[in-house]
């Protein structure tokens, strides 16, 4: 009967070379590369936002006074070119992470299977116009 | 602490998630009205009334949107800024970073619940 092989007879006697590449800095400049820190930048403009919200509640938390002050600043151009940075970069990162929810779901929670991703793609899209049309009503007064 | 950031990540993961899901769907609007509509003329002078603003900012829903609105975009700011910090200054610099940056969000996510709850019922 023969001996039991030693577990690693097969292992070479050097360690190969990895295989892996060497570390390097990524090219900053690929339309690809770009896009991704542009969307992490976006996250610069949503501190802001979140700032002027927070600073909207306690002005309406304060009294009219403090709010008539708060809504005389919305017309100001700076805020309104700050305001309409927030409307390109939510729109940015709502398409492109909408894009990648729907590949980012499980294959399967206990029996049930996620719908397609082109279903989940496009419930995305209606729940994100509906809440959409449904805050712009309430802000211009739509909604009573 | 970097333990202790280890420990909170599903926390931290939960509130990001919502703040670059709920935060877009509710900034959307929020941007659209106060950087395209208002300039074009299109918001009437009465929809930003302070009496309607208390109207409809301090029913309970209008105050957990005006809290969405305020507290979840800024931890998609702590996550997405935390991750540029390493991109391009490399993970040693995260040690403090983090830290800075999640608190910036907890320190607005608390001041955003206490504002919500100043606002007085509308009479």
Redesign the interface.
């Known amino acids: 009967m023969a001996r039991m092989a030693h577990p690693q007879a097969m292992q070479p006697a050097r360690p190969p070379r990895t295989r892996t590449a060497r570390p390097k800095a990524p090219d900053y400049l690929r339309p690809r590369m770009l896009s991704y820190l542009l969307f992490d930048a976006t996250g610069i403009v949503y501190l802001l936002a979140g700032l002027v919200v927070l600073r909207a509640v306690f002005a309406l938390a304060s009294g009219p006074a403090a709010w008539q002050a708060f809504v005389a600043d919305l017309h100001h151009p700076g805020y309104v070119a700050f305001h309409l940075l927030t409307f390109v970069s939510a729109v940015f990162v709502g398409v492109r992470f909408f894009r990648l929810f729907p590949k980012a779901q499980p294959a399967r929670i206990g029996p049930l299977r996620p719908p397609p991703r082109p279903l989940i793609h496009a419930m995305l899209y209606a729940v994100w116009i509906a809440v959409t049309a449904f805050v712009v009503a309430a802000m211009v007064g739509v909604i009573p | 602490m970097r333990k202790l950031l280890l420990q909170l990540e599903p926390v931290i993961w939960l509130l990001f998630g919502q703040?670059?899901?709920i935060?877009?769907?509710?900034?959307?609007?929020?941007?659209?009205?106060?950087?395209?509509?208002?300039?074009l003329g299109?918001?009437?002078e009465?929809?930003?009334s302070?009496d309607?603003?208390?109207r409809?900012?301090?029913s309970l829903l209008?105050r957990l949107?005006?809290l969405g609105?305020?507290?979840?975009?800024?931890w998609?700011?702590?996550?997405?800024?935390r991750?540029?910090s390493i991109?391009f200054g490399g993970a040693e610099r995260d040690v403090w970073i983090a830290p800075l940056l999640y608190a910036?969000a907890a320190l607005?996510s608390l001041?955003?619940l206490v504002?919500?709850f100043?606002?007085?019922f509308p009479g």
């Open positions: 703040g670059i899901l935060g877009t769907l509710l900034l959307t609007g929020w941007g659209l009205v106060l950087g395209v509509l208002l300039p299109m918001v009437p009465e929809a930003l302070y309607r603003a208390l409809v900012g301090g209008g949107v005006l609105l305020a507290a979840l975009p800024l998609k700011e702590a996550h997405h800024l991750s540029l991109d910036i607005g001041l955003a504002a919500v100043r606002i007085p």
